[in-house]
């Protein structure tokens, strides 16, 4: 490999790109061979002798207190080998990230329809489910609360009784003084959005398989993009150590932040099968069973104001944002925190009061999806200031341009944008000269009455705080342990999540070392051979795995340095790292070569790498702070037309400009920005997880309707790169910002197009009167 | 019965028969490509080819298939390891993630490109209407098979 660690930034990029299609790499990661071969084995494909089957057992309650659980004819139904309850856990039943509210199995209650009661093993898959329909629950049913803002009244029974409310979280911003702002205004304007529950639609369902080794230790595979949470949510069910559970990573087929505590959940309950019948025990979940009972994202209502003056200022908002958690916390103060940081979308404000509320109500549990609580506001916000402009008489995109974020600005919540590129400017023009923008708004149809078929085209931005941000710990390990012969074992702990992130940590040591990537092995991960590197979400992986790599590197290349330097002359730390050799001023030696002399020298070369996320703060208070260490900009747009009889949208053409710091894997960016378009215009226009009396309606994917092939338009990605100096290599986020911007650019558009605005998610626009 | 898989031709008796055809196939032969994420045909991931036709096979039984020949993902490559083309071209346009839906729209497109060698844009884009995928946004997958096609106007009897 030609690259070199004296090449960085964008420069590197440019290069690597070179090299790719030189190679016919540009879309090169470790595991498509396997994949498109079908060898890749995900967890239904793992087989072990003797291996038992479960499954879950639900009931027809959605709030009930438990009174009993009748599992005699389901034990003695044929091929039956054990039935699980709550009262067979020896650990704890308690479990959650942030409040630790989660039963694994009901115990007291049924709080929503997908709580399990019990686990039934049998010999075959078959008979634990024909055993399943003989397990009956007598219960006391409990008023049924479905509706956030009723959970909010006085006087509504509890959910959670040890928590005295049914509110699970509260934020809040407040900068300036909103009731002055609202003074200075000329036009103020209040609307009320609605958003919809949302499933994950990963097209693996969840599964595990557990089994107990000789040495005791559970032994966990499984579908979930956390190890590290699984790891502890089984050991406390269990009632183990953290080191009596390994987790061992296994290809996972989609997450988009689904599988997090849904999936720990099954492993847990797989792991407790296998204790207790001291046999493997494989547990793989229907459809039907995992959109019952996996969490989903966040429902919102929110009611906005926003106050402008007639040059083009926003001088105030005032929003309460109120989102359904479901029965269960998960991580709803997360994700309705960056909600709240976000409040006003890339828009600098100087007057804000926002209040958010979490709330628990008896609804399937929502959680961590794609996006994070920024898909909700950006709909809110990307149409307020559109609305705003068009009653000022200005146009929409002066308007924005006006108000957003620059250089040197200051947030809502008073962090000063000026240790990166402020790039919200720079993609905004990307996006419109590649679209037309301005030649094509010109032709938007605006509901005339004398067109059966309207064209409208729109477009959205956002900026996005980075990583957890002041959310959580944030910080990540890498290990290169190379052999006496030169080939390299890489660990990383962040999980390939399908995105192609050991890809990326391979190209990126590939760079470090000067080494080709096929040099190179990824480790199959284990929670047992690295440090907790927390959760691959946040669109954190590239930037936290990248960030580790090149800090063991670093650590690696000071052990080479003194061994190989008096071979190849000069001093150790200016040897160059060049396609397979190490380069003194004197000589060079292959990498292999020099690998050997190490082991000679009894100088293990092995790296060590950690990578702690800069520093961020927060005054929950006050509701200001430095909330993120580093930004991202994007900014997409459609076009598209509705047919006025049919109320049928067709899209047609959608464009996409993000900034990524840098593109390490640009084929596999590329496939981030595509794979969120779809994902957000499911969200816009198809997806609505159905609800009838606190039952889910659709369960599987012929009425819970995702994207299709026929349903998208043909997409562009424009790469932006920006080299980011907080960042170890520059790069930054991508999975999540791609996911934010499609619902408020196609409401947009179907604005431009009718001339008809959208409040509620998914949109109606067939449904509509025009 | 009589089934031919990847052209291995197997005797199928007794209980077998009475198993879904995905099942058969991942749990007694162990060809695992083939997944399960609907059991009800609407998202494809399943697919395997029956006579060449695409077939999602979680709603069909072993028993009503007799005399049928089989093609899985398995059966694609050649037997040496090299990847058949529109394998390759997977790999090339960067059409694959996280991989589940991937046996599954590979076989959908090799039926569609045997009877359609020079297909357009549209015509792709509608081939694999039967197939989810929600990583990718089904752009690299459509420019995968686009860039494939020209090896099937080639004639080439493949797999």
Known sequence: MRLTRTLSGAEASKEVLAYYEEKSMKNWRNDAYAKVTGKAKFTDDLKFANVLHAVPVYSDYVHAELISIQSDAAAKAEGVVRVITAKDIPGSNRHGQIVRDLRILADDRIRYNGDVVAIVVANTREQAMRAAALVTVEARELPVLLDPEKALEPGAILIHEELGTNVINTHKVRRGDVDAGFKQCDLILEQKFETQFVEHAYMETEASVCRERPDGVMEVYGSMQHPFSTRRFVSQFLGVTLADVEVIGTPLGGGFGGKDDTAAIVCARTALAAKLTGRPVKMMYKRIWSMRESYKRHPYRVYYKMGVSKDGIIRAVQTKIIADGGAYCSVTPWVTWRSTVQCCGPYVVENVKCDTVGVYTNNVFTGAMRGFGSPQMNFVVEQMVEMAAEKLGMDPIAFRRKNMVRQGSVTITGQKLDNHAVAMEQVLDAVMKEIKYDEKIAKASHGAKDKDEWYGIGLAMSYRGVSLGAEGVDLCAAIINVQSDGSVLLDVGVHENGQGSESVMMLLLAEELGIDVEHIRYRRSSTSTIPDSGTTVASRGTIMGGGAVKMAAKELKTKIGPVIAPIVGGAPEQLRYEKNEIIGTTGKISFDAAMTEMFRARVFPHGYGLYQAPKVSWDEEHGQGDAYFTWVYGCQAIELTMNKVTGKVKLLNAVAAHDVGRAINPGMVEGQFFGGMAMGIGYALHEEVKMKDGKIVNTNFNTYRIPRSMDLPEMKAIIVENNDATTPTGAKSLGEPTNELMAPAIANALYHATGVRQFVLPMQHGKKKT | ?159
Request: aromatic content about 6%; some cysteine; glycine content about 8%.
């Open chain 2, 1 to 159: 019965m009589k089934l031919t898989v990847n052209k291995k031709e197997y005797t199928v008796e007794g209980a077998a028969l009475e198993k879904r055809l995905v099942d058969f196939l991942r749990d007694d032969l162990d060809l695992t490509g083939a997944k399960n994420a609907c059991d009800i045909g609407a998202c494809g991931a399943c697919t395997v080819l029956v006579n060449d036709q695409a077939t999602k096979i979680c709603p069909r039984y072993v028993k009503e298939l007799d005399g049928a020949s089989i093609t899985t993902i398995e059966g694609m490559a050649s037997p040496d390891g090299t990847l058949h083309p529109l394998q390759q071209a997977f790999l090339d346009a960067g059409a694959v993630q996280c991989g589940f839906c991937t046996p599954g729209m590979v076989l959908t497109a090799h039926a569609f490109l045997l009877k359609h060698p020079s297909p357009t844009r549209d015509q792709i884009r509608r081939s694999i209407y039967g197939n989810l995928c929600r990583c990718t946004g089904y752009q690299q997958i459509i420019n995968a098979i686009e860039s494939a096609a020209p090896f099937y106007q080639q004639g080439q009897q493949v797999t």
